[in-house]
T-cell receptor
Framework: NAGVMQNPRHLVRRRGQEARLRCSPMKGHSHVYWYRQLPEEGLKFMVYLQKENIIDESGMPKERFSAEFPKEGPSILRIQQVVRGDSAAYFC????????????FGSGTRLTVV | DQQVKQNSPSLSVQEGRISILNCDYTNSMFDYFLWYKKYPAEGPTFLISISSIKDKNEDGRFTVFLNKSAKHLSLHIVPSQPGDSAVYFCAARVGGATNKLIFGTGTLLAVQP
Protein backbone atom coordinates (compact mmCIF):
# COMPACT_ATOMS: atom_id res chain seq x y z
CA ASN A 1 0.00 0.00 0.00
CA ALA A 2 1.91 3.01 -1.25
CA GLY A 3 2.04 6.09 0.93
CA VAL A 4 1.44 9.66 -0.17
CA MET A 5 3.36 10.21 -3.38
CA GLN A 6 4.67 13.60 -4.34
CA ASN A 7 6.48 14.56 -7.52
CA PRO A 8 8.80 15.90 -8.47
CA ARG A 9 11.06 15.61 -5.41
CA HIS A 10 13.09 18.58 -6.55
CA LEU A 11 12.01 21.39 -8.84
CA VAL A 12 14.07 24.31 -10.06
CA ARG A 13 12.32 27.25 -11.68
CA ARG A 14 13.49 30.63 -12.88
CA ARG A 15 11.75 33.72 -11.55
CA GLY A 16 8.51 34.29 -13.45
CA GLN A 17 7.97 30.67 -14.47
CA GLU A 18 5.19 28.41 -13.27
CA ALA A 19 5.62 25.55 -10.80
CA ARG A 20 3.29 22.56 -10.66
CA LEU A 21 3.53 20.21 -7.70
CA ARG A 22 1.66 16.90 -7.74
CA CYS A 23 0.32 14.80 -4.90
CA SER A 24 -1.30 11.38 -5.04
CA PRO A 25 -2.94 10.54 -1.70
CA MET A 26 -2.88 7.16 -0.05
CA LYS A 27 -5.27 4.65 -1.56
CA GLY A 28 -8.78 5.26 -0.28
CA HIS A 29 -7.98 8.72 1.12
CA SER A 30 -10.15 11.51 -0.22
CA HIS A 31 -8.85 14.38 1.97
CA VAL A 32 -5.69 16.20 0.92
CA TYR A 33 -3.73 18.93 2.69
CA TRP A 34 -0.85 21.09 1.48
CA TYR A 35 1.75 22.59 3.81
CA ARG A 36 4.81 24.73 3.17
CA GLN A 37 8.03 24.76 5.18
CA LEU A 38 10.29 27.74 4.76
CA PRO A 39 13.95 27.37 5.86
CA GLU A 40 14.36 27.18 9.65
CA GLU A 41 10.59 27.26 10.21
CA GLY A 42 7.81 24.85 11.01
CA LEU A 43 5.21 23.67 8.55
CA LYS A 44 2.51 26.16 7.65
CA PHE A 45 -0.95 25.07 6.50
CA MET A 46 -1.91 26.20 3.02
CA VAL A 47 -5.06 24.43 1.85
CA TYR A 48 -7.39 21.50 2.54
CA LEU A 49 -9.23 19.82 -0.32
CA GLN A 50 -11.63 17.01 -0.86
CA LYS A 51 -12.39 15.57 -4.29
CA GLU A 52 -13.36 18.50 -6.54
CA ASN A 53 -13.80 20.85 -3.56
CA ILE A 54 -11.65 23.34 -1.70
CA ILE A 55 -12.68 23.14 1.95
CA ASP A 56 -10.24 25.56 3.61
CA GLU A 57 -7.78 27.78 1.76
CA SER A 58 -7.10 30.15 4.63
CA GLY A 59 -3.33 29.58 4.39
CA MET A 60 -2.98 30.20 0.67
CA PRO A 61 -1.35 33.43 -0.48
CA LYS A 62 -3.98 35.57 -2.17
CA GLU A 63 -2.20 35.78 -5.50
CA ARG A 64 -0.31 33.37 -7.76
CA PHE A 65 -1.17 30.22 -5.76
CA SER A 66 -3.98 27.80 -6.57
CA ALA A 67 -4.80 24.19 -5.74
CA GLU A 68 -7.11 21.57 -7.12
CA PHE A 69 -8.04 17.96 -6.45
CA PRO A 70 -9.97 16.71 -9.47
CA LYS A 71 -12.28 13.71 -9.55
CA GLU A 72 -9.58 11.75 -11.36
CA GLY A 73 -5.85 12.18 -10.89
CA PRO A 74 -3.57 13.78 -8.34
CA SER A 75 -3.98 16.98 -6.42
CA ILE A 76 -2.04 19.86 -7.98
CA LEU A 77 -0.54 22.89 -6.25
CA ARG A 78 0.17 25.53 -8.85
CA ILE A 79 2.37 28.58 -8.33
CA GLN A 80 2.37 31.13 -11.13
CA GLN A 81 5.16 33.65 -11.76
CA VAL A 82 7.37 32.24 -9.04
CA VAL A 83 9.59 34.53 -6.96
CA ARG A 84 12.64 33.73 -4.82
CA GLY A 85 10.51 33.82 -1.67
CA ASP A 86 8.54 30.82 -2.94
CA SER A 87 11.62 28.62 -2.46
CA ALA A 88 10.59 26.11 0.18
CA ALA A 89 9.66 22.50 0.83
CA TYR A 90 6.03 21.79 -0.02
CA PHE A 91 4.44 18.83 1.71
CA CYS A 92 1.20 17.11 0.88
CA UNK A 93 -0.71 14.92 3.33
CA UNK A 94 -3.84 12.80 3.13
CA UNK A 95 -6.39 11.32 5.48
CA UNK A 96 -9.26 8.87 5.29
CA UNK A 97 -11.70 11.32 6.80
CA UNK A 98 -11.76 14.75 8.40
CA UNK A 99 -11.86 13.23 11.88
CA UNK A 100 -8.46 11.58 11.53
CA UNK A 101 -6.07 13.81 13.46
CA UNK A 102 -2.73 12.25 12.52
CA UNK A 103 -2.58 12.33 8.78
CA UNK A 104 0.16 10.91 6.55
CA PHE A 105 2.64 13.17 4.82
CA GLY A 106 4.50 12.65 1.58
CA SER A 107 8.24 13.21 1.21
CA GLY A 108 7.74 16.70 -0.16
CA THR A 109 8.78 18.72 -3.18
CA ARG A 110 11.70 21.06 -2.74
CA LEU A 111 11.18 24.10 -4.92
CA THR A 112 14.14 26.31 -5.69
CA VAL A 113 13.59 29.56 -7.56
CA VAL A 114 16.70 30.94 -9.22
CA ASP B 1 1.04 35.12 16.15
CA GLN B 2 2.74 31.85 17.11
CA GLN B 3 -0.03 29.71 18.60
CA VAL B 4 2.21 26.68 19.10
CA LYS B 5 5.69 27.21 20.48
CA GLN B 6 8.67 24.96 20.92
CA ASN B 7 11.17 27.06 22.80
CA SER B 8 14.10 24.66 22.66
CA PRO B 9 15.64 24.53 19.18
CA SER B 10 17.80 21.56 20.15
CA LEU B 11 18.30 18.87 22.77
CA SER B 12 21.13 16.41 23.31
CA VAL B 13 20.62 13.21 25.31
CA GLN B 14 22.68 10.11 26.05
CA GLU B 15 21.50 6.80 24.64
CA GLY B 16 19.32 4.94 27.16
CA ARG B 17 18.28 8.09 29.02
CA ILE B 18 14.98 9.92 28.84
CA SER B 19 14.33 12.62 26.23
CA ILE B 20 11.74 15.25 27.14
CA LEU B 21 10.51 17.59 24.43
CA ASN B 22 8.28 20.48 25.36
CA CYS B 23 5.57 22.49 23.64
CA ASP B 24 3.35 25.40 24.70
CA TYR B 25 0.17 26.63 23.07
CA THR B 26 -2.11 29.61 23.41
CA ASN B 27 -5.44 28.57 21.86
CA SER B 28 -7.85 26.73 24.17
CA MET B 29 -9.96 25.62 21.17
CA PHE B 30 -7.45 23.03 19.93
CA ASP B 31 -9.03 19.58 20.17
CA TYR B 32 -6.03 17.34 19.47
CA PHE B 33 -2.31 17.63 19.95
CA LEU B 34 0.19 15.62 17.94
CA TRP B 35 3.88 14.92 17.68
CA TYR B 36 5.63 14.34 14.38
CA LYS B 37 9.19 13.23 13.75
CA LYS B 38 11.11 14.40 10.72
CA TYR B 39 14.37 13.27 9.16
CA PRO B 40 16.20 15.53 6.68
CA ALA B 41 14.80 15.43 3.14
CA GLU B 42 11.77 13.41 4.26
CA GLY B 43 8.21 14.24 5.18
CA PRO B 44 7.05 14.35 8.81
CA THR B 45 6.04 11.01 10.30
CA PHE B 46 3.16 10.88 12.76
CA LEU B 47 4.26 9.59 16.18
CA ILE B 48 1.55 9.99 18.75
CA SER B 49 -1.46 12.17 19.55
CA ILE B 50 -3.58 13.12 22.53
CA SER B 51 -7.13 14.39 22.75
CA SER B 52 -7.68 17.63 24.63
CA ILE B 53 -9.87 15.74 27.11
CA LYS B 54 -7.03 13.42 28.14
CA ASP B 55 -3.89 14.12 30.13
CA LYS B 56 -1.71 11.22 29.06
CA ASN B 57 -1.28 8.85 26.13
CA GLU B 58 1.33 6.15 25.85
CA ASP B 59 2.60 4.13 22.89
CA GLY B 60 5.65 1.99 23.50
CA ARG B 61 8.63 4.18 24.30
CA PHE B 62 6.64 7.36 23.62
CA THR B 63 4.37 9.10 26.12
CA VAL B 64 2.67 12.44 25.65
CA PHE B 65 1.48 14.46 28.64
CA LEU B 66 -1.02 17.31 28.42
CA ASN B 67 -1.40 19.99 31.08
CA LYS B 68 -4.41 22.05 30.02
CA SER B 69 -4.22 24.57 32.84
CA ALA B 70 -0.65 25.43 31.84
CA LYS B 71 -1.36 25.01 28.09
CA HIS B 72 1.67 22.77 27.91
CA LEU B 73 2.42 19.37 26.48
CA SER B 74 5.49 17.22 26.49
CA LEU B 75 6.77 14.15 24.71
CA HIS B 76 8.81 11.65 26.71
CA ILE B 77 10.97 9.09 24.93
CA VAL B 78 12.43 6.38 27.11
CA PRO B 79 14.84 4.82 26.60
CA SER B 80 16.26 7.10 23.91
CA GLN B 81 17.98 5.45 20.96
CA PRO B 82 20.39 6.90 18.35
CA GLY B 83 17.71 6.28 15.68
CA ASP B 84 15.47 8.75 17.52
CA SER B 85 17.78 11.58 16.41
CA ALA B 86 15.56 13.81 14.27
CA VAL B 87 13.55 17.03 14.39
CA TYR B 88 10.38 16.70 16.46
CA PHE B 89 7.40 18.91 15.71
CA CYS B 90 4.54 19.57 18.05
CA ALA B 91 1.22 20.29 16.31
CA ALA B 92 -2.26 21.26 17.40
CA ARG B 93 -5.47 20.63 15.52
CA VAL B 94 -8.05 23.32 15.00
CA GLY B 95 -11.43 21.72 15.61
CA GLY B 96 -14.48 21.99 13.40
CA ALA B 97 -14.90 21.33 9.67
CA THR B 98 -11.24 21.85 8.89
CA ASN B 99 -8.56 19.34 9.84
CA LYS B 100 -5.89 22.03 9.91
CA LEU B 101 -2.76 21.56 12.02
CA ILE B 102 -0.74 24.40 13.55
CA PHE B 103 2.90 23.38 13.88
CA GLY B 104 5.64 24.53 16.21
CA THR B 105 9.08 25.33 14.85
CA GLY B 106 10.58 22.01 15.91
CA THR B 107 13.24 20.69 18.29
CA LEU B 108 16.31 18.90 16.96
CA LEU B 109 16.97 15.87 19.15
CA ALA B 110 20.44 14.33 19.10
CA VAL B 111 20.83 11.03 20.93
CA GLN B 112 24.50 10.35 21.62
CA PRO B 113 25.66 6.70 21.60
Amino acid sequence: NAGVMQNPRHLVRRRGQEARLRCSPMKGHSHVYWYRQLPEEGLKFMVYLQKENIIDESGMPKERFSAEFPKEGPSILRIQQVVRGDSAAYFCASSLDVGQAGYTFGSGTRLTVV
Amino acid sequence: DQQVKQNSPSLSVQEGRISILNCDYTNSMFDYFLWYKKYPAEGPTFLISISSIKDKNEDGRFTVFLNKSAKHLSLHIVPSQPGDSAVYFCAARVGGATNKLIFGTGTLLAVQP
